[in-house]
DNA sequence: GATGAATGAGCGTTCATTCAT
DNA sequence: TATGAATGAACGCTCATTCAT
């Protein structure tokens, strides 16, 4: 009441914390049993709170995970567009910092898991889809496909498709991301990512380079 | 009983068919809706028979997905294999062979449904991801290892790990599959396939060819 | 064909000993599982043949256990009774007779089965108890009647409830039957039929013998 | 609220009672249908709730019919164990008391299904077979035995095979519940408990006294 | 006579969502 | 704000019975 040291009673900032740890139990779940086999009821005693309790913050099953979603991607993005925008260095450079950043923030986190279930569940759940699609998959490709071709008009790659090459570029870190989930039961053994990462990152670069210029008579 | 051409009666004809008509139902709807998510009901029905026509034919939901996943893919794989063993051209040409291979055959049909059916819910059906890993997934890799192996036995590629560039090298193509699945609802607009699978081979060939040699004194 | 001991040739044999061989399998599995459990397909399965064949022999699932009921139990209640009709001994040892008699062509064979059978579910399937009463028990019963008031006319039996008398006799027979079933499983270890009709048999002849005239004065 | 007399809501006490009123619908009905014959969706409707309800309270089928025993049986048992402990009285109303009191008890009552029940469908499911035998039949077993030593050593019953003759003895009684479960269907009329118990009593302990001494020479 | 493919009603169990308290 | 009891529609699987061959 008349802490000196808090404005606020205990009881106070657990409410406010509530959505928060409905949040973190809910990307556990939904990223260990994927969208539609996740009980609510799981998440809520996870929350330690009771079924009923999630009903007083999120409207449905949907609007949970969307929130979800919110809270462990999109700040992640607009700090990748700020790097994009002020970054100095090399293409080459800010490709290694772009996947590697992307990989440290989310592909070895938890939150990677919400990309592989989007992968698997879109097609049953079309209103989620939209979602996902606009508020980040649409931006994280619009990143790479930025940076790919600051690389070719300050003459650092070689002319390509860069729309395609986008999506190639993408789609190995996204891969990475879904063999990573819980060792994933499809393959034998974990993957080590760093090796995986640069076999990757070389493979591109060497791919992108310029071609040796012929040499003059 | 009269018919000239046919000694067999119709009711016959129908029964032989019939576990093949199941399967094409049930690739349609696995595929369509993921494991989880397919409902028995809705297989029969559009096989065009009842619910329990289907355990006529397959002990429960697991067997008939192995049995899907039998007709459809193990076939492709027999032959896949078949044609590194024998292939006489330059490594480069066997890499394009195999991709587009596996493209034609698996990537661009309902097949490719499987494996991105697989890649969500294996985790929460672990017997289906022992069966597809052992089955499908181990095959696969071994055989883009090998494609490698060769290429850098014979001089072609430059040395690399094969193994995780092999990973490297599979994500895309799977990649592809998923985001083909249904103008996949995750992508605004379906990906033009042939001119991602040409920058992916064109990425990944100058990535893996000899560096150029030091011009001589 | 020509075979000159035999005017039937095999398959004929064959056709006439198809309802023996369905009632042997059907009495098997109507004494392992129960009625209700029973499942045609299982009967059709031991029996050598298939499901649609028993139909040819028997209307429904209620026929062929009345089927299996007049098969295997009226012989044995028909030379029951022309044993009583023409005995010529001690009641105390007609007595005997019919109860180790019974136990020998019933109780120890898997016919005990049906009693147990028809004591769990009679309930259920109303037909079948009318039928079992009428053609089954009600014979039972009167026989056990006719034995004790023989006991009482000839002096050799206290005068006791001869109805009554007859149902409290019966019940430990019928008991022991149903804990044979199977070592029943509500009984850890089985009972030791022989020692328990003994004490049984012991019990009832001292229960029912004269009492001791007092000493005249 | 206001109301003076009682301090819970009505949504309260229903929530207590529900567990009785669903045991209570339970016991009905499995005693009505047999265990597997007992259709949950039943259940639910005469205790006037859900389907989904019955699973709030009880994990599945075996853990409801488990929890019926316990709720009937169990402490009846306490009971009559506590009888017997403190017996003043001689052996033979000893006797008398436990089996007209398991009469009363459960005898005469639903309750008696339950053993009727067992008899019937133990074999199918042994696991409740287990359950019953330890629970319940042991208990009941080992106070007949008991009551018969007592006689035994007080020299009031002849020597006998004690556990023989305690099943020889339990027989009718379970026999006679069998009967009198919802006027058994397998015979015509009811049989009169009352007499039948007496003529039961009368037997046996005609059956157990101690020989008249022969006359002294 | 014999087959066995086909049916379809039925049951145990699950879970997102609601709402009285 | 928080609870948790209650709902009811849904789905995998079974099996007695039918009937075209």
């Given at each position: 009441?008349n802490?000196?040291?808090?404005s606020k009673p205990?009881?106070?900032?657990?409410?406010?914390?509530r959505?928060?740890?409905?949040?973190?139990a809910a990307l556990?779940?939904?990223?260990e049993r994927g969208?539609?086999a996740?009980?609510?009821g799981?998440?809520?005693t996870?929350?330690g709170?009771s079924k009923?309790?999630?009903?007083?913050?999120?409207e449905?099953k949907e609007e949970?995970?969307?929130a979800?979603?919110r809270?462990n991607?999109?700040?992640?993005?607009?700090?990748?567009?700020?790097?994009i925008?002020?970054?100095?260095?090399?293409s080459?450079?800010?490709?290694?910092?772009?996947?590697?950043?992307?990989?440290?923030?989310?592909g070895?986190?938890?939150?990677?898991?919400?990309?592989?279930?989007m992968?698997?569940e879109?097609?049953n759940?079309p209103?989620?889809a939209?979602?996902y699609?606009?508020?980040?998959s649409?931006?994280?490709d619009a990143?790479?496909?930025?940076?790919l071709?600051r690389?070719?008009e300050r003459?650092?790659?070689?002319?390509?498709?860069?729309r395609q090459t986008a999506?190639?570029v993408?789609?190995?870190?996204?891969m990475?991301?879904?063999?990573?989930q819980?060792?994933?039961?499809?393959h034998?053994?974990?993957?080590d990512?760093?090796?995986y990462?640069e076999s990757?990152i070389?493979?591109?670069?060497?791919?992108l380079?310029?071609?040796?210029?012929p040499a003059?008579a």
């Amino acid at each position: 009441m008349n802490c000196p040291f808090s404005s606020k009673p205990r009881w106070a900032r657990r409410k406010e914390a509530r959505p928060q740890e409905l949040l973190a139990a809910a990307l556990d779940i939904f990223v260990e049993r994927g969208f539609a086999a996740t009980r609510l009821g799981d998440v809520a005693t996870r929350a330690g709170v009771s079924k009923g309790t999630l009903y007083l913050y999120f409207e449905n099953k949907e609007e949970l995970f969307k929130a979800v979603v919110r809270e462990n991607m999109l700040p992640i993005l607009d700090e990748a567009e700020d790097i994009i925008d002020s970054y100095g260095g090399s293409s080459a450079d800010l490709f290694r910092e772009l996947i590697l950043g992307w990989w440290e923030r989310i592909g070895a986190t938890k939150v990677a898991g919400i990309t592989k279930l989007m992968m698997a569940e879109s097609g049953n759940f079309p209103e989620l889809a939209t979602f996902y699609r606009e508020e980040v998959s649409a931006r994280g490709d619009a990143m790479i496909v930025r940076m790919l071709e600051r690389g070719v008009e300050r003459g650092e790659f070689r002319a390509i498709d860069v729309r395609q090459t986008a999506n190639v570029v993408i789609a190995p870190v996204i891969m990475l991301m879904m063999w990573q989930q819980a060792f994933n039961p499809c393959h034998a053994e974990p993957l080590d990512s760093a090796s995986y990462l640069e076999s990757f990152i070389d493979l591109c670069l060497n791919g992108l380079q310029m071609p040796p210029h012929p040499a003059p008579a």
